[in-house]
């Protein structure tokens, strides 16, 4: 153990703690800007910076470690003068026209500047030339807002293995940017958002489309259907002062009625029905892996599905062709949804309130339509746009009242709401390969060994005398590693379930903001709370999901569900593959 003295107090750390963990073990914050624990840690900012007796300079405290007998001091007069100039600094090379930026209020770069004080800047504001940017991308970019702090380039790098972001030029022209200079839409970049939310300012954001939606809701003769995904109720409330927990999703649907969307239903319910065209493909499918073929792989995720179409096209027929669930829902809302309530499906307007900025494309794909060309799914909202249209029609959620979904597809399982963790459709998909095999439920929670934060987890289950070898990978540099074993004959599954963003959609690219705070394993205890006091806890007792096959569809993987529900996963093209 080290001793040392921290703004008079004394702390007793492990040998090799920094300085910035040190204070954090006596109640002092020291503020960061570029630091990301275990990802960049490079110091480049000098926010964090403290003084240290017997150092002449001052120090960045996110990389240098504590000496025995070390004293620190974190806030005295050099050191708040030296953090204020750099943050200056900053602010003459950003723009900061804070009212019109996505991220004002909550931006970690404005927060410290407010803290220090910083009405005026001595140091002026440097004009910053503009690099043009294609505004219909899922994904934005203003790089007149980017402090360089290479958050984007480390996130991307290592967590998501896909090294889309990296320094371009060099000196005072260095910037920020799509590697070698190309557009995003020329690269193989996955959308999954991980970039936005752990940018500290609005130099990252998804593409804003909530104007079409408000059009969409001013227009009489169009009827708004909204669906929101499971792992939204985790969330959703958290920017409007409440944990998400803390306010139920029936509030969410309240807020909607009020905004003027006409029937607002639940994603959970076609979480339960790609459980029950999944599950059947998985059991169709078991004969090949069981013989050494590649594993079934899960198509819920868009991102994964972009990545393993860029980078491991020969597992793309191993790809589940079950749609992803938004768009088994759009695609049910214009046909079976409709004619439930004569409604013409050419004037239905779909909308998708998702966790996810990749949803944003997925919609788009040529092979996301139906026979009339018609979009399944017209416009994705992330939590985050949702949460800005709420406040722009000055709705209160605290005074809104609770609303049920509408029926029909307004009901989920719990096993459509966990969903929204990492390892949820997997656990969802075996309770009904379990019921398909053995014709009776599966014992509670048999197979939450697949539940947890792990990036890569395996285990093995028995059904009907047959051992099912599974795996789950979130992040898609765990995925990597996966595919990257499963290709070269490592190991061998006969379904794996993938994820792009770590944790699952709970940690998606559209979830609220919260800078430097992961909250995945919170927001997936919520999800797993639900689904053990659920009425129905397995896809295939959903009473509406039943009364989908018998009045409509037929049965999983019927002619009509695989017209509704199942796509070609080679009907689109990743950039590479033009």
Known sequence: ?????????????????????????????????????????????????????????LVASCNNRVLEGMVVRTNSP???????MNTELLLSM??????????????????????????????????????????????IRDNRKCIMCHRCIQVCDKVQASGVWDVTNRASHASINVSAGARLSDVDCTLCGQCITHCPTGALRERDDTEKVFAALGDPDVTVVA???????????????????????ERLVGALHQMGFDYVLNTDFTA?????????????????????GYPLFTSCCPGWVRFVKAHYPQLVDDVSTSKSPQQMFGAMVKSYYAENLGLDPHKVFSVSIMPCVAKKAE???????????????????????????????????????????????????????????????????????????????????????????????????????????????SGLANAKALCDAVVAGEVHYDFVEVMACPGGCVNGGGQPIHDGCELAGVRAEKL???????????????????????????EPLSERAEQLLHTDQHAWSMPGER
């Open 1 to 57: 153990m080290v001793t040392l003295t921290i703004d008079g107090k004394v702390a007793e750390v492990e040998e090799g703690t920094t300085i910035l963990d040190a204070a954090r073990t006596v109640g002092i914050e020291i503020p960061t800007l570029c630091y990301l624990r275990d990802l960049n840690e490079i110091g480049s900012c000098r926010v964090c910076v403290v003084e240290v007796d017997g150092i002449d300079q």
């Open 78 to 84: 050099t050191v708040r003068e030296a953090r204020k």
């Open 94 to 139: 950003h723009d900061s026209s804070c009212t019109s930026c996505v991220r004002s209020g909550n931006c970690t770069l404005q927060g410290l500047a407010n803290d220090l004080g910083i009405y005026y800047n001595d140091y002026g504001e440097r004009s910053v030339r503009y690099l043009q940017w294609d505004k219909d991308l899922p994904l």
């Open 227 to 249: 669906q929101i995904a499971p792992s939204v109720r985790t969330a959703w409330a958290e920017s409007l002062g409440s944990e998400g927990g803390d306010v139920p999703l």
């Open 272 to 292: 339960d029905l790609t459980i029950m065209e999944e599950g059947s493909e998985l059991l169709h499918h078991l004969e090949r892996s069981q013989k050494g």
């Open 363 to 473: 919609c788009s794909y040529e092979n996301m339509n139906d026979a009339c060309g018609d979009p399944d799914v017209d416009v994705v909202l992330t939590v985050r746009e949702v949460v800005r249209m709420i406040r722009a029609d000055h709705v209160n959620v605290d005074v809104v009242s609770d609303e049920p979904f509408d029926e029909p597809m307004g009901y989920g399982t719990g096993a459509g709401i966990i969903f929204g963790a990492t390892g949820g459709v997997m656990e969802a998909a075996l309770r009904t390969a379990h019921y398909l095999v053995l014709g009776k439920a599966p014992e509670d929670d048999m197979f939450e060994s697949v539940r947890g934060l792990k990036g890569w987890k395996e285990a093995t289950f028995e059904l009907g005398g047959t051992d099912v070898r599974v795996a789950v990978a």
């Open 528 to 554: 797993y709370g639900l689904d053990r006091v659920a009425k129905y806890r397995n896809s295939y007792e959903n009473p509406q999901v039943k009364a989908a096959y018998e009045n409509y569809l037929g």
